[in-house]
Protein backbone atom coordinates (compact mmCIF):
# COMPACT_ATOMS: atom_id res chain seq x y z
CA UNK A 1 0.00 0.00 0.00
CA UNK A 2 1.24 3.83 -1.02
CA UNK A 3 -0.26 7.13 -0.47
CA UNK A 4 0.19 10.33 -2.08
CA UNK A 5 -1.21 13.96 -1.49
CA UNK A 6 -3.29 15.58 -3.82
CA UNK A 7 -3.35 19.66 -3.69
CA UNK A 8 -6.73 21.34 -5.75
CA UNK A 9 -6.95 25.23 -5.44
CA UNK A 10 -10.66 26.57 -5.10
CA UNK A 11 -11.83 30.02 -5.41
CA UNK A 12 -14.45 30.89 -2.54
CA UNK A 13 -16.55 34.01 -1.91
CA UNK A 14 -18.26 35.38 1.51
CA UNK A 15 -20.22 38.41 2.89
CA UNK A 16 -20.11 40.56 5.83
CA UNK A 17 -23.72 42.60 5.30
CA UNK A 18 -27.08 41.08 5.13
CA UNK A 19 -29.19 39.47 1.91
CA UNK A 20 -31.38 40.91 0.22
CA UNK A 21 -33.84 37.95 0.61
CA UNK A 22 -33.46 36.09 3.76
CA UNK A 23 -32.55 32.34 4.03
CA UNK A 24 -31.31 33.04 0.76
CA UNK A 25 -27.60 33.64 2.01
CA UNK A 26 -25.99 33.66 5.19
CA UNK A 27 -23.27 36.42 6.37
CA UNK A 28 -19.79 34.59 6.74
CA UNK A 29 -20.60 31.92 5.43
CA UNK A 30 -17.75 30.68 2.93
CA UNK A 31 -19.62 30.14 -0.91
CA UNK A 32 -17.81 27.88 -3.54
CA UNK A 33 -17.63 30.00 -6.63
CA UNK A 34 -17.73 28.36 -10.62
CA UNK A 35 -17.85 30.14 -14.02
CA UNK A 36 -15.89 33.50 -12.90
CA UNK A 37 -16.01 35.40 -15.76
CA UNK A 38 -14.98 39.15 -15.41
CA UNK A 39 -16.59 40.72 -12.71
CA UNK A 40 -19.67 38.19 -12.59
CA UNK A 41 -19.85 34.48 -11.66
CA UNK A 42 -21.94 32.04 -9.81
CA UNK A 43 -22.43 30.37 -6.87
CA UNK A 44 -25.18 27.67 -4.72
CA UNK A 45 -27.45 29.69 -2.36
CA UNK A 46 -28.49 28.18 0.55
CA UNK A 47 -31.51 26.18 -1.01
CA UNK A 48 -29.26 24.84 -3.47
CA UNK A 49 -30.40 26.77 -6.68
CA UNK A 50 -27.14 28.56 -8.55
CA UNK A 51 -27.35 32.30 -8.82
CA UNK A 52 -25.59 35.11 -10.77
CA UNK A 53 -23.74 37.58 -8.88
CA UNK A 54 -21.29 40.22 -9.36
CA UNK A 55 -18.31 40.66 -7.63
CA UNK A 56 -19.34 44.65 -6.56
CA UNK A 57 -22.29 46.13 -5.65
CA UNK A 58 -24.71 42.37 -6.01
CA UNK A 59 -27.91 42.98 -5.25
CA UNK A 60 -28.46 39.77 -3.73
CA UNK A 61 -26.43 41.14 -0.96
CA UNK A 62 -28.07 44.52 -0.80
CA UNK A 63 -25.65 46.33 -3.22
CA UNK A 64 -22.60 45.06 -0.65
CA UNK A 65 -19.57 43.41 -2.67
CA UNK A 66 -18.23 40.02 -1.90
CA UNK A 67 -14.78 38.75 -0.46
CA UNK A 68 -12.59 36.67 -2.51
CA UNK A 69 -10.16 34.09 -1.42
CA UNK A 70 -8.08 31.05 -3.10
CA UNK A 71 -8.46 27.91 -0.81
CA UNK A 72 -6.25 25.38 -1.07
CA UNK A 73 -7.44 21.67 0.20
CA UNK A 74 -5.09 18.79 0.38
CA UNK A 75 -6.56 15.29 0.57
CA UNK A 76 -4.14 11.94 1.05
CA UNK A 77 -5.05 8.81 -0.61
CA UNK A 78 -4.34 5.37 -0.57
CA UNK A 79 -3.86 2.65 -2.93
CA UNK A 80 -2.99 -1.38 -2.61
CA UNK A 81 -0.32 -2.63 -4.62
CA UNK A 82 -0.29 -6.22 -4.91
CA UNK A 83 2.89 -7.76 -6.65
CA UNK A 84 2.91 -11.07 -8.25
CA UNK A 85 4.73 -13.75 -6.39
CA UNK A 86 6.00 -16.54 -7.62
CA UNK A 87 6.99 -19.73 -5.43
CA UNK A 88 9.60 -22.56 -7.05
CA UNK A 89 8.40 -25.80 -5.31
CA UNK A 90 11.54 -27.75 -4.71
CA UNK A 91 11.19 -31.08 -5.76
CA UNK A 92 10.99 -33.88 -2.60
CA UNK A 93 12.86 -36.83 -4.99
CA UNK A 94 15.76 -37.04 -7.53
CA UNK A 95 14.65 -38.41 -10.76
CA UNK A 96 14.89 -41.88 -11.25
CA UNK A 97 18.52 -43.57 -11.60
CA UNK A 98 18.70 -46.84 -13.53
CA UNK A 99 20.13 -49.61 -11.37
CA UNK A 100 23.61 -50.85 -13.24
CA UNK A 101 25.63 -52.42 -11.31
CA UNK A 102 23.57 -55.08 -9.14
CA UNK A 103 25.47 -53.60 -6.34
CA UNK A 104 24.40 -50.94 -3.70
CA UNK A 105 25.10 -47.80 -5.44
CA UNK A 106 28.12 -45.53 -4.25
CA UNK A 107 27.21 -42.54 -2.58
CA UNK A 108 24.23 -44.10 -0.46
CA UNK A 109 24.59 -43.71 3.29
CA UNK A 110 23.40 -46.37 5.53
CA UNK A 111 20.58 -44.17 6.64
CA UNK A 112 18.99 -42.54 3.99
CA UNK A 113 15.59 -42.58 2.44
CA UNK A 114 15.22 -44.02 -0.98
CA UNK A 115 12.38 -45.29 -3.07
CA UNK A 116 13.11 -48.44 -5.11
CA UNK A 117 11.63 -49.62 -8.52
CA UNK A 118 11.52 -53.55 -8.59
CA UNK A 119 10.81 -55.23 -12.36
CA UNK A 120 7.75 -56.67 -11.57
CA UNK A 121 6.15 -52.91 -11.11
CA UNK A 122 6.17 -52.50 -7.30
CA UNK A 123 7.73 -49.39 -5.34
CA UNK A 124 8.35 -48.60 -1.93
CA UNK A 125 10.55 -47.10 0.08
CA UNK A 126 13.46 -47.85 2.59
CA UNK A 127 15.45 -46.02 4.78
CA UNK A 128 18.93 -48.15 4.83
CA UNK A 129 20.03 -48.48 1.08
CA UNK A 130 22.65 -51.17 2.04
CA UNK A 131 19.62 -53.79 2.89
CA UNK A 132 17.89 -53.54 -0.16
CA UNK A 133 19.00 -56.59 -2.78
CA UNK A 134 20.64 -54.70 -5.16
CA UNK A 135 21.44 -57.86 -7.25
CA UNK A 136 20.23 -59.05 -10.59
CA UNK A 137 18.47 -62.87 -9.84
CA UNK A 138 18.85 -65.80 -12.36
CA UNK A 139 15.83 -67.90 -13.36
CA UNK A 140 13.06 -67.54 -15.96
CA UNK A 141 10.65 -64.88 -13.72
CA UNK A 142 13.74 -62.52 -12.03
CA UNK A 143 12.24 -59.46 -9.63
CA UNK A 144 15.02 -57.11 -9.58
CA UNK A 145 15.69 -53.46 -8.70
CA UNK A 146 15.50 -51.86 -12.00
CA UNK A 147 15.69 -47.87 -10.24
CA UNK A 148 16.02 -45.97 -7.42
CA UNK A 149 15.70 -42.51 -6.70
CA UNK A 150 16.92 -40.26 -3.45
CA UNK A 151 15.21 -38.16 -1.37
CA UNK A 152 15.99 -34.86 -1.25
CA UNK A 153 16.90 -33.12 1.58
CA UNK A 154 15.41 -29.37 2.36
CA UNK A 155 18.19 -26.81 2.27
CA UNK A 156 16.34 -25.19 5.12
CA UNK A 157 17.35 -28.39 7.11
CA UNK A 158 21.13 -28.17 6.62
CA UNK A 159 20.93 -23.77 7.60
CA UNK A 160 22.00 -23.18 11.38
CA UNK A 161 20.03 -20.41 12.95
CA UNK A 162 23.42 -18.63 13.42
CA UNK A 163 23.53 -18.96 9.61
CA UNK A 164 19.91 -17.39 8.75
CA UNK A 165 19.62 -13.23 7.68
CA UNK A 166 18.91 -11.41 10.70
CA UNK A 167 15.97 -9.01 10.26
CA UNK A 168 16.72 -5.62 9.85
CA UNK A 169 15.80 -3.23 13.03
CA UNK A 170 13.23 -0.49 13.00
CA UNK A 171 14.65 2.71 11.62
CA UNK A 172 12.81 6.04 12.33
CA UNK A 173 11.19 7.93 9.72
CA UNK A 174 12.89 11.44 8.61
CA UNK A 175 10.62 12.26 5.29
CA UNK A 176 12.56 11.54 2.94
CA UNK A 177 13.33 7.83 1.14
CA UNK A 178 15.92 6.03 2.77
CA UNK A 179 16.77 3.41 0.28
CA UNK A 180 16.73 3.16 -3.56
CA UNK A 181 13.03 2.76 -4.89
CA UNK A 182 13.07 -1.28 -5.81
CA UNK A 183 14.51 -2.56 -2.59
CA UNK A 184 11.63 -4.25 -0.41
CA UNK A 185 10.93 -2.61 3.08
CA UNK A 186 8.10 -2.86 5.62
CA UNK A 187 6.84 0.25 6.86
CA UNK A 188 4.97 0.81 10.36
CA UNK A 189 2.28 3.91 9.74
CA UNK A 190 1.45 6.80 12.51
CA UNK A 191 -2.18 4.65 12.73
CA UNK A 192 -0.27 0.83 13.75
CA UNK A 193 -0.98 -0.19 10.08
CA UNK A 194 2.40 -2.53 8.90
CA UNK A 195 2.90 -2.94 4.63
CA UNK A 196 5.38 -4.75 3.05
CA UNK A 197 6.50 -3.36 -0.29
CA UNK A 198 9.10 -1.69 -2.64
CA UNK A 199 9.92 1.33 -1.20
CA UNK A 200 9.02 3.62 -4.30
CA UNK A 201 5.27 2.65 -3.50
CA UNK A 202 5.58 4.71 -0.28
CA UNK A 203 4.44 8.07 0.29
CA UNK A 204 8.10 9.15 2.70
CA UNK A 205 6.94 12.70 3.32
CA UNK A 206 5.63 13.64 6.55
CA UNK A 207 2.04 15.76 6.50
CA UNK A 208 0.56 14.91 10.07
CA UNK A 209 -1.56 12.40 8.85
CA UNK A 210 -2.39 9.22 10.31
CA UNK A 211 -0.75 7.18 7.28
CA UNK A 212 2.30 8.94 7.86
CA UNK A 213 5.20 6.60 8.07
CA UNK A 214 6.94 6.47 11.44
CA UNK A 215 9.48 3.51 11.10
CA UNK A 216 10.91 1.44 8.42
CA UNK A 217 12.88 -1.60 8.09
CA UNK A 218 14.35 -4.07 5.01
CA UNK A 219 12.01 -7.04 4.41
CA UNK A 220 13.16 -10.60 3.95
Not at 53 to 63: A, D, K, S, W
Not at 72 to 95: F, G, H, L, R, Y
Not at 208 to 215: L, N, V
Amino acid sequence: MFYWREEMTKRVAWFTGEPSVKGRFTPYKVYEVFNEDGDSFNLKDDTGDIRFCLENGCNHICHKDWVFADVVEQTVKQETVEEDIVTTKQPKWSEWIKNTTGKCPEGLKRKQKIKLKWSDGDKFNITNPHDAAWYFSKGAYPVDITHYKVKLKDVSEDTPKAQEKPKSKWTKNTGVRPVDGDVKVEIKTKDGDKECALAKHFSWGLCEAFCDIIKWRLAD
